[in-house]
């Protein structure tokens, strides 16, 4: 079957493709690659949510779109817990199929199309491109709202703390951005799904009282929990925020079928409702996060920003082709800046979602 060109054409390329070549010089290296191009999870799923889903894995029937009410109960506590918002009820909240889909499809589910502007970060993670090209959008990637002049943006997305430099912005930014989209109508969505992968200070969401002013009005937020809990496999996530929002939200995903497995659902609210394993996992990461932070820094590189997440923003004032080549050449695979934007011409995105193996030998690596 030939590929529709009107689907292709429109969407950017993908862009993992670009590192073939240098993935199979990495792998070529005698003691093998250390992949740190892609956070995807290593460690083993929490017992806790493993038993979760064993114990529910007898679901015969279809789940409902909204999703579980106890699922969506421990996405509420959560985030009451964990990031101080409160003042919402089951209906500020949905379940999704994992957050890439959900931030790829949300602009054209909440009616943006043709003659429409999604604004995004100017370092940011594709598929905020992605979803505005699908819906038939314009897109501009900026970090300064007012550079936009008198045109009124649809959606504004904005990504704390950010993929993939692992920024953290201050709540008296997130606020006059939730100001500034207020004024004007636009949607305010934010990409949370990095928020308990901090390492220095503390992230806000859009929805803390501080930032919000006690009202969800507008703003929706989006957050996984691939990072937090080691679920990448399962695909769990979800959005929360207006109510309004989130009901047209809930109208598409009925229409289409988008629902969360039943057995997933009951994970997810046994893997927010604990805590203990994610801050074993936390305690992981900076571990790994502290041995490459010094190799790098001892090989000669800058890191920036880099005070979440699970990357390392890491330059030698070089176009981030050359790094990336001459680190394949040592056998480690990274990510180049200029996936994520212009702005990132110089950089490359070092996960330390690697073993504590496979980070030992790129320590010695860059060390050698």
Avoid at 39 to 49: E, I, N, R, S
Avoid at 124 to 132: F, I, L, N, S
Avoid at 303 to 332: F, K, P
Wanted: hydrophobic share 45%; with cysteine.
């Amino acid at each position: 079957m030939s590929r529709n060109p009107r689907v292709s054409s429109r969407l950017p390329d993908f862009p993992w493709d670009k590192l073939t070549s240098y993935a199979a010089t990495a792998r070529s290296h005698p003691d093998g690659v250390v992949d740190l191009s892609i956070g995807t999870p290593v460690d083993p799923t929490p017992q806790v949510v493993q038993r979760a889903l064993a114990d529910a894995a007898d679901s015969p029937g279809y789940p409902v779109t909204i999703g579980r009410p106890e699922t969506r109960q421990a996405a509420l506590d959560w985030m009451a817990r964990r990031l101080g918002v409160t003042g919402l009820g089951l209906d500020a909240v949905l379940p999704a199929i994992g957050s890439k889909e959900l931030i790829g499809s949300l602009a054209l589910h909440l009616g943006v199309g043709p003659g429409d502007l999604v604004v995004y970060p100017e370092l940011a993670y594709p598929t905020y491109e992605v979803g505005a090209a699908l819906a038939g959008a314009r897109a501009v990637a900026t970090d300064a709202l007012t550079r936009l002049g008198p045109e009124t943006p649809a959606l504004v997305w904005v990504n704390s703390p950010s993929n993939p430099s692992g920024r953290v912005l201050p709540p008296e930014h997130l606020k006059k951005m939730v100001d500034w989209c207020r004024e004007r109508g636009a949607i305010l969505v934010s990409d949370e799904c990095y928020v308990e992968c901090t390492w220095e200070g503390r992230p806000f969401s859009v929805l803390h009282p501080s930032v919000s002013g006690g009202s969800s009005e507008g703003i929706l937020a989006v957050h996984s929990l691939s990072k937090r809990s080691n679920l990448a496999g399962y695909r769990c996530a979800f959005v929360a925020g207006d109510p309004a929002l989130v009901g047209e939200l809930l109208a598409v995903r009925k229409n289409l079928g988008l629902m969360m497995p039943g057995p997933q659902q009951v994970a997810m609210a046994a893997a927010l409702a604990d805590d203990a394993h994610a801050a074993d996992q936390h305690a992981r990461y900076a571990a790994r996060r502290a041995k490459l932070k010094e190799a790098l820094l001892g090989a000669g590189f800058t890191i920036d920003h880099s005070e979440a997440s699970l990357y390392l923003w890491a330059s030698r004032g070089e176009d981030c082709w050359a790094t990336v080549a001459t680190l394949a050449e040592q056998g480690i695979l990274v990510a180049p800046g200029a996936f994520y934007g212009r702005a990132g011409a110089q950089h490359v995105r070092v996960a330390f979602t690697a073993t504590d193996e496979r980070v030992d030998a790129a320590v010695a690596r860059l060390s050698a």
